[in-house]
């Protein structure tokens, strides 16, 4: 028997794959979006492709279904430092932005609809924050910054535990437990693993080391002296004013959606990565859930993380960030 819905979803790829074979996209009009697992670039994504002329590209990099060979290690976490000229890596990412490489998985949620007049690629990564610098040095004729999303890391990582290891109780991934010993992330450059396994291995519960691993992929970046070259951009300030926050981000963008379009956005609809069904219309409520889930003592072992790493911009006692310490 035919699965119509199979085939209807086959000869959709097929067009959109003939479509991509004869277009040509542009490098200076990609958009980048990077940031942690569960850090709220699947909702930000979606208000982007409110962008006319935009097709979205999604997360090119995982690691099984994504469009670069294993063997070259970019698909968890990589680092590629700023000074790497190898030509082989730039081309590879070149032709991930203008698409020209790509799969089912990475067009998910492109429609046929999306192809005419298609001139922004708007490509979302997870997982490649570190690469921000090489991104901004090796490609200085983009015309629109990349965006670093940052989302404090108590209810990133909180969510990315409850999302993909199915923990969903708080009480399990804060207590003490036999974790034992911290597997290094099999990606390029991990030195920055090694460093701190000691480290990572002294902490006593799943969400302290989900902490830890958050600073290491991010703490760097913040105060990079780079950071110019990118718009960072909090999770915090788009939830509690999300108007007024995207039509910030357009403009240091350099990009236009027309009144009547940004009129009908639904900011406080959530994203079709809300999984487990978590969103809360109150958005002090929504940021604002682990203080009453974490006593006392536990966070004051999380500001202990924050501490090592130097963290300044979150604090483990408040929902949002504190963006004078910066």
């Not at 799969?103 to 001139?119: E, M, P, Q, S």
């Amino acid at each position: 028997m035919i699965n119509k819905k199979k085939l209807k979803n086959n000869l959709k790829y097929l067009i959109i794959h003939l479509y991509l074979h004869f277009k040509t996209f542009k490098m200076k009009n990609t958009i980048v979006i990077c940031s942690e697992a569960r850090g709220g670039s699947t909702w930000l994504m979606e208000l982007l492709s409110n962008i006319p002329n935009s097709i979205i590209n999604w997360e090119p990099l995982h690691v099984t279904n994504g469009v670069i060979a294993s063997n070259l290690k970019l698909g968890w976490r990589p680092l590629i430092y700023k000074d790497n000229n190898d030509n082989t890596i730039k081309k590879k990412f070149e032709k991930i932005f203008m698409l020209k490489t790509y799969n089912k998985w990475t067009l998910r949620y492109v429609d046929i609809a999306h192809l005419k007049g298609a001139k922004y690629v708007i490509t979302k990564f997870v997982r490649f924050n570190q690469s921000l610098p090489w991104l901004v040095h090796q490609f200085p004729a983009l015309q629109h910054k990349p965006i670093f999303l940052l989302r404090h890391p108590i209810t990133t990582c909180i969510s990315r535990l409850k999302t993909f290891e199915k923990e969903t109780d708080i009480q399990t991934i804060t207590t003490k437990q036999k974790l034992g010993s911290f597997t290094i992330p099999n990606c390029l450059n991990n030195e920055r693993y090694i460093q701190h396994k000691t480290y990572i291995e002294s902490l006593e519960s799943q969400l302290e080391r989900e902490i830890a691993i958050w600073c290491i992929n991010n703490v760097n970046l913040i105060e990079h002296p780079d950071n110019d070259k990118w718009i960072t951009l909090y999770y915090e300030d788009l939830v509690l004013n999300p108007k007024i926050i995207f039509e910030g981000l357009l403009k240091n963008l350099n990009v236009q959606i027309p009144n009547n379009v940004l009129d009908k956005i639904q900011y406080r609809k959530a994203s079709s990565s809300d999984y487990l069904k978590l969103f809360k219309r109150n958005p002090k409520q929504q940021l604002m859930s682990f203080l009453k889930d974490l006593d006392e003592p536990y966070l004051e072992k999380v500001q202990d993380i924050f501490n090592y790493f130097d963290l300044k911009v979150y604090s483990a006692y408040k929902a949002w960030p504190i963006k004078n310490n910066i």
